[in-house]
């Protein structure tokens, strides 16, 4: 079966400060991975996908992921964040054949001190 | 404005009080799908629809219904709610799913529900 983990429930980081959000799947089939940014009170938004192709992905708002396959991760990356990237984050895959569902990771609150 | 909506935004209900939480996108996408968010254990799919009349299971059906009779519309139907369905769920639709699954999905704003 396939699963997604996001092993870092909590980050908090300094502004301006670089971050990593780790982000692990399983899958015995070819998977498609995605990250999603949900500010507060607010439904998700994508930040950035990987489809194929180049393994490093740069998504909106200075964020970029790479695609690991022989460590099966899609770390979320940006080298200095500012106070309004105060989020949650979701790691997700699509199952790339014989079934068309979604699976979430459990989420990270990434939150920016001043 | 291209938007996927859901009503009601908030809902408090009894147990065992049937209810339907609407959906509706405006961008003629054929994947809708319902989530529902628990802290902790992040997204979790419920029900999926490929097109008209195409729904199947989530991950967590148990206790949901829904249809899907018009390509816009993807209702979540509750016969029987109960206290566990508490919850803030989250309709979202993707143009295609046509096993590339390259299509971002955009979701609504959230419906929160509370079953006493």
């Known amino acids: 079966a396939q699963s997604v983990t996001q092993l870092d429930s909590q980050v908090p980081v300094f502004e301006e400060a670089p971050v990593e959000l780790r982000c692990n799947y399983s899958?015995?089939?070819?998977?498609?991975l995605f990250w999603y940014v949900q500010y507060p009170n607010q439904g998700l938004q994508l930040l950035l996908k990987?489809?194929?192709?180049?393994?490093l992905v740069k998504g909106i708002n200075g964020f970029e992921a790479e695609f690991n396959k022989s460590q099966t991760s899609f770390h979320l990356r940006k080298p200095s964040v500012h106070i309004s990237d105060t989020a949650e984050y979701f790691c997700?895959?699509?199952?790339?054949?014989?079934?068309?569902?979604?699976?979430f990771g459990t989420g990270t609150r990434l939150k920016v001190l001043a | 404005e291209a938007q996927v909506t859901q009503n009601p935004r908030y809902l408090i209900t009894v147990t065992g009080k049937k209810l339907t939480v609407t959906c509706s996108q405006n961008?003629?996408?054929?994947?809708m799908s319902w989530y529902r968010q628990d802290p902790g254990l992040g997204l979790r799919q419920i029900y999926y629809?490929?097109?008209?009349?195409?729904?199947d299971k989530g991950d967590v059906p148990e206790g949901y219904k829904v249809s899907r009779k018009e390509k816009r519309n993807f209702p979540l139907i509750l016969e029987s709610p109960s206290p566990n369905q508490t919850s803030l769920y989250f309709c979202?639709?993707?143009?295609?799913?046509?096993?590339?699954?390259?299509?971002?999905?955009?979701f609504g704003p959230g419906t929160r529900l509370t079953v006493l």
């Open positions: 961008m003629n996408h054929e994947y």
């Open positions: 990987y489809l194929s192709g180049s393994t």
């Open positions: 979202a639709s993707t143009l295609s799913m046509r096993g590339s699954s390259t299509d971002t999905q955009y």
């Open positions: 997700a895959v699509s199952i790339g054949s014989g079934t068309y569902k979604y699976i």
């Open positions: 899958s015995s089939v070819s998977v498609y």
């Open positions: 629809s490929m097109n008209v009349e195409v729904t």
